[in-house]
């Protein structure tokens, strides 16, 4: 019955859904990205400490308690998409996301408003948080319930929209580090890319406001429960869910913060991170879909489980390459291989997520295991990569954490076949 229905919606109105998934989830983390490559700047105007990598330390806190949020998001919005739809809850995401957008585009900075800034710049990062949190599993499930012949395909749009994301906000960033001065960039033009975020939430609001609700969704009996649901029949698939993420949030913050990494530590100029940034972003856009479509046809587990075991093994000697030569090139060429490896493991992952768990509890154990996986290991990436950065005094530690997620979301491959997933 779902299948059929679905069939008759046409190809159509399947495009109009990636559309709408899309362009709300670039907004949803065009925000996240530009605060990270700005984090020195929002560090010295909003957290002066009188020590660089103190700010840097805490602006990086900052950007990480926000994914503490994402728990509660995912739990109070993603029951609702199960009762009232993914519609209902990925419009009511982005409404969310605006507002904490606009707060940080207009915010005064520590010499204006003293403390009353840093906590503006905490509160619109915690109602962002609460936002996103939902915003992956309504999303998720609304790509993944367009067809489910091609489910690794249309879901893949899930990651490839980030990819999307990362090429808008770095050539924003590209742009503005080559034509402003360092003054100039301190006193507005950080605030360009949170205003360009504005204007581009009514378009995204407008887009999900006037599409169609799954025929998946539509064709089953909602739970009235789906939380309870979710932790009482799928207290492993959740597990095994949250795993699989680890590797996909922590690669994601970690070509987020190799930003900062590459200026701080490697000493090349700004436009040069943001161009590899650019150069991964365009990466994931273009071969996420077809690792998708790839997955529709010999499964999910093979390519994903063969791209963690490879960045598992090649990253720490990446790494040491770019700290040996630390040149605009090899950063270019090490990127791409990030971003290489992170497209083939996310290709079908959205899929395989998806079908880890049934319809009438989709959202609800989507939110939940992405959401706790961020916060726990995603989040604080560019925190904790500082952090060790600080400690050890090498520059290869990043990729030790990466080497630890990678692990992780290998072991959650396994146990996904364990489960039945192929």
């Known amino acids: 019955m779902a299948v059929a229905a679905i069939e008759a919606a046409g190809p159509q109105a399947r495009w109009r859904a990636v559309a709408a998934a899309s362009i709300g989830n670039a907004l949803e983390w065009f925000d996240f990205i ?180 799954t025929p998946e969704f539509r064709a089953i009996e909602v739970s009235e429960a789906p939380l309870r649901e979710a932790f009482s029949e799928a207290k492993k698939r959740l597990l095994v869910a949250f795993g699989a993420v ?7 913050y970690t070509i987020l913060f190799m930003a900062t990494f590459a200026s701080r530590q490697l000493g090349l100029p700004p436009s040069a991170a943001f161009t590899a940034g650019l150069l991964t972003g365009a990466i994931q856009l273009a071969l996420i879909p077809i690792f998708g479509t790839l997955s529709d046809r010999i499964g999910r587990l093979p390519i994903s489980a063969i ?54 509890m989709r959202t609800t154990g989507l939110s939940i295991s992405y959401s706790f996986a961020v916060a726990v290991f995603g989040g604080f990436a560019p925190f904790i990569n500082s952090w060790l950065v600080s400690v050890t005094g090498s520059n290869l530690s990043p990729s030790l954490y990466l080497m630890l997620a990678a692990a992780i979301s290998f072991c959650a491959l396994i146990a996904a076949r364990a489960l039945g997933m192929r």
């Open 246 to 252: 680890v590797l996909c949030t922590v690669g994601m």
């Open 34 to 213: 530009v605060y990270g490559f700005f984090a020195a700047i929002i560090a010295k105007l909003f957290f002066p400490t009188g020590s660089d990598t103190l700010s840097l330390l805490l602006v990086f806190a900052t950007f990480g308690v926000t994914f503490f949020m994402r728990p509660f998001g995912a739990i109070v919005i993603g029951a609702y998409a199960d009762r009232h739809g993914r519609k209902a809850a990925f419009t009511l995401t982005i409404v969310l996301m605006m507002v904490g957008t606009a707060m940080i585009a207009v915010a005064p900075t520590y010499a204006t408003i003293g403390v009353f800034a840093p906590i503006l710049i905490v509160a619109a990062r915690l109602l962002q948080g609460f936002s996103a949190g939902a915003e992956f599993g309504s999303a998720t499930a609304f790509l993944a319930e367009q067809n489910p012949e091609r489910r690794g395909f249309f879901a893949s749009w899930q990651f490839a929209s980030q990819g999307l994301t990362t090429i808008l906000a770095t050539a924003i960033g590209a742009m503005l580090t080559t034509t402003l001065t360092a003054d100039q960039m301190s006193a507005w033009g950080w605030r360009i890319p949170f205003l360009f975020g504005i204007l581009i939430g009514p378009v995204a609001y407008y887009i999900r406001n006037n599409v169609e609700e």
């Open 307 to 360: 791209s963690a075991a490879l960045m598992l093994v090649t990253i720490y000697p990446l790494f040491a390459w770019l700290t040996m030569s630390p040149t605009i090139q090899v950063l270019l060429i090490v990127q791409a291989i990030m971003g290489f490896l992170l497209a083939g493991y996310m290709g079908g992952l959205a899929a395989l997520l998806s079908e880890l768990f049934p319809t009438r």
